[in-house]
């Protein structure tokens, strides 16, 4: 018989507020006034009634010289161009893939801006076309990054280089894309023993480093031999900080989620996920972070 | 906005658990979710709630002249409603096939199965005539839409009452409520829709479907049905092959599905009246529980106590008879007290005792742990307990009697003088225990 461990629900005390950060910021609900001074011009997020500024979302308020615009907390991904996503395909069309970003519209993936089999220039061809539900299909994962955006606000992708492609076992975790951090590079080599990639649509993929680059790879051979259960604790470790790097709101970077991986070490994996643990985990990663900025 | 996708994994679980047998919600294939009507407090208004699955369902009436080529008969419309707050996928302006084909299950549900008299309807021949509007609007999608509207329908069908109409030769009166009671509508039968999900080209089938399993499954059938057995419509979609045998079973199913929700209808209504006509409270604001966001709610869910007794009489049968309760505890040192004295223990060999009491120590310890149980006066009488074994309580002053007083946030061991056996508890906090061994000189 198995031993059960029940939880009885209590009133959970709110976490003290952190040490500040810089400046504090100005954060609005919708419907809150930002300024009565009219000489502000109104940018995303915000709506003239009556001569007040006022906020249609919630989040904080950002001003950039006479541009007044609130960055919504939680909102949908709004493509930039550069920014490397995690999407799944929802559907195989004439020439291009729709795919499934968290955004408000479906990105689109051409087939022109699909990587060929072997790194191939050529031409795309009608044989390329039939065959395109044998590079990807419905349900699919991919990595890509953004090429353009659409005027509607429809991103489109590409994966014209090696590290883009069909991404293979691993584990997926859906967050806020607020909280992944702007970076010079998204793909991470943890030194814990697996590889991460940080789409900035708020899809976190957790997969098991690849033993040696293979060049002829551009993502479309999906390795399927078992994964060891070693690699697999780590992913799974790796996923529960994640989870509670996102309950605590912490913005997740590689550095921060190694912190986080390191002190939740002492506990099981299956602790992290409980609150206490996580305020716990989070506020020591918090402490090193804190101390690494000096 | 799209619907999120299911994703390949779950996907494969759920098409790997209903092929076991499971279903995510705990049900049995042919288990329906728990249905929960509540009326308004007009007339002819009803939500209805299976599981999650949430309908809103009002009729209204109305006197129009009749349809040209039927001029004695009254007039009934419906519609059905996927309103944005249903689910992500649903958009006020295109609305799919779903919704085609939902709003003509209604109607053959409904209309054709003439469940309604119409003829009743008339008030004027060829001239006025009552049109019975029934409006179906989905609250929350999570799965299994058409079994929830059906039932609202003919619920609210049920639950409504026209005015009253009189025809003095040429002048017709409609009476107001308040002058004579409205009239409910005349209804022979009641139909409801039975929803079957099929699996892996109808090998496997599901009885209300929720969300995700709708949206792995291969086809649906939907039988809508009477009490008395007659079958009022019958539907397959998805493109499944189905056996003849499968579609008896499945009518034979739907029968005893909808006694059992005609029964719960008849239920509710009674409830309703009787509520009305006693003055009782009446209305949403009664029937829809207190669901505040700050609360915590949790819907109850069945527990298989098939075991229990089994696994009782186990741990009874393993376990110590609980001591007498000495209520008169003694103060050692602060944090240390002592309740009651020991009995004398009558174990033979030395060694054989220490282990037992370190075996019995260790099972104390674990399940005063699990337990939780922080008091020490019952840990100190029940850990005495444990380690005598005799009834009689000789207070002796043996030769060894060893009495060790812990101090607070120390981790107790003890040392045996006759032999160099260690033993150590097992507690994980700051227990103070405290033991008291009597050996009698034998």
């Known amino acids: 018989m198995a031993a059960i461990s029940m939880r009885l629900p209590v009133a959970r005390k709110a976490a003290a507020p952190s040490a500040a950060r810089g400046a504090e910021k100005h954060l609005v609900a919708p419907g809150d006034t930002i300024t009565t001074d009219t000489g502000y011009m109104r940018g995303h997020g915000t709506y003239v009634e009556e001569e007040k ?9 950002e001003r950039v010289n006479k541009l007044v615009c609130v960055k919504a907390l939680k909102s949908r991904y709004n493509g930039e161009v550069g920014d490397i996503v995690v999407g799944r395909i929802t559907e195989v069309q004439q020439k291009r893939w729709k795919v499934e970003t968290n955004s408000r519209l479906d990105s689109v ?24 539900r044998d590079y990807l299909q419905e349900g699919d994962l991919i990595s890509a990054e953004v090429q353009s ?21 691993g584990v997926l975790v859906q967050v806020p894309p607020s909280l992944v951090k702007r970076q010079k590079t998204h793909f991470h080599d943890l030194p814990c023993g697996a590889s991460v990639i940080l789409g900035n649509n708020g899809f976190i993929w957790i997969y098991p480093t690849a033993e040696q680059k293979d060049e002829e790879a551009g993502g479309f051979t999906t390795n399927l031999e078992p994964v060891p ?14 989870v509670a790097l996102v309950t605590q709101k912490l913005m997740l970077f590689d550095t921060s989620i190694l912190y986080c991986y390191e002190a939740s070490l002492p506990h099981q994996i299956k602790d992290i996920l409980k609150p206490e643990v996580m305020e716990e985990i989070v506020l020591e990663t918090r402490q090193r972070l804190l101390d690494l900025e000096g | 906005m799209k619907a999120t996708p299911l994703s390949n994994c779950e996907r494969r679980f759920l098409l790997r658990a209903i092929e076991e047998r499971k279903r995510l919600d705990g049900r049995q294939c042919y288990d329906y979710r728990n249905v929960r009507i509540s009326f308004g407090v007009d007339y002819g208004c009803c939500i209805v709630e299976l599981g999650k699955t949430r309908v809103l369902a009002q009729v209204s009436c109305e006197l129009v002249p009749p349809k040209p080529n039927r001029p004695t008969e009254g007039i009934l419309f419906f519609n059905l409603e996927l309103s944005p707050m249903a689910a992500p996928g649903f958009e006020p302006g295109r609305q799919p096939e779903l919704l085609v084909k939902l709003n003509r299950l209604i109607e053959r549900c409904l209309r054709n199965s003439r469940c309604i008299d119409t003829e009743s309807l008339c008030v004027v021949a060829g001239e006025k005539v009552w049109q019975i509007r029934l409006d179906l609007h989905l609250l929350n999608h999570d ?25 003095q ?18 209804i022979h039968h009641m139909p409801i829709c039975v929803s079957f999900a099929f699996f892996q080209q109808g090998t496997y089938l599901l009885v209300d479907p929720s969300e995700r399993e709708e949206l792995v499954m291969d086809g649906v059938l939907v039988i809508a049905m009477n009490k008395h057995r007659e079958i009022c419509t019958i539907q397959s979609s998805g493109g499944i092959m189905l056996v003849k045998d499968q579609v008896l079973r499945c009518s034979k199913i739907t029968a005893v599905k909808v006694a059992e929700i005609t029964e719960l209808i008849q239920k509710a209504l009674e409830n309703d009246q009787r509520a009305r006509k006693e003055g009782g409270k009446f209305g949403f604001a009664e029937s829809i529980p207190n669901q505040k966001i700050t609360a915590f709610k949790m819907e109850s869910a069945a527990v298989d106590t098939n075991n229990v007794e089994e696994q009782a009489e186990e741990i009874i049968a393993k376990a110590d008879p609980p ?70 309580i000789v207070l002796s002053d043996s030769e060894e009697e060893e009495v060790v007083i812990l101090e607070p946030q120390e981790l107790p061991s003890k040392t045996r003088p006759q032999s160099s056996l260690k033993q150590e508890t097992t507690s994980k906090k700051a227990f103070n225990k405290r033991r008291r061994k009597k050996r009698v000189a034998r």
């Not at chain 2, 009166?173 to 509508?185: K, Q």
């Not at chain 2, 009491?357 to 444990?386: F, G, N």
Request: charged residues 30%; proline residues 4%; glycine residues 8%.
């Open chain 1, 53 to 61: 500024l006022i906020a249609s979302v919630a989040g904080a308020v």
């Open chain 1, 109 to 132: 993936l051409l087939l022109s801006s699909m990587n060929l089999p072997g790194g191939e220039l050529r031409r795309r061809s009608a044989e390329d076309e039939l065959a395109m």
């Open chain 1, 149 to 169: 955006i659409f005027s509607d606000g429809a991103v489109s992708l590409h994966t014209r280089s090696l590290k883009y492609g069909k991404l293979g076992q």
């Open chain 1, 229 to 242: 259960l070693s690699d697999r604790e780590v992913i799974s470790r790796l996923r529960n900080c994640i």
């Open chain 2, 143 to 167: 799965g299994n839409i058409i079994d929830a509207a059906s039932i609202a329908g003919i619920v609210a069908l049920c639950h409504f009452r026209r005015p009253d109409v009189s025809v």
């Open chain 2, 169 to 186: 030769g040429e002048e017709v009166t409609v009476y107001t409520p308040e002058e004579r009671d409205p009239v409910p509508l005349s």
């Open chain 2, 323 to 392: 001591s007498e309760v000495f209520s008169k505890p003694i103060l050692h040192t602060p944090g240390t007290a002592q309740i009651g004295e020991g009995i004398e223990n009558s174990w033979g060999d030395l060694e054989e005792s220490e282990k037992e009491e370190a075996v019995e120590e260790e099972d104390e310890s674990e399940a005063a742990a699990a337990l939780e149980c922080q008091k020490m006066e019952t840990e100190d009488t029940s850990m005495m307990t444990e380690t005598k074994k005799d009834e009689p």
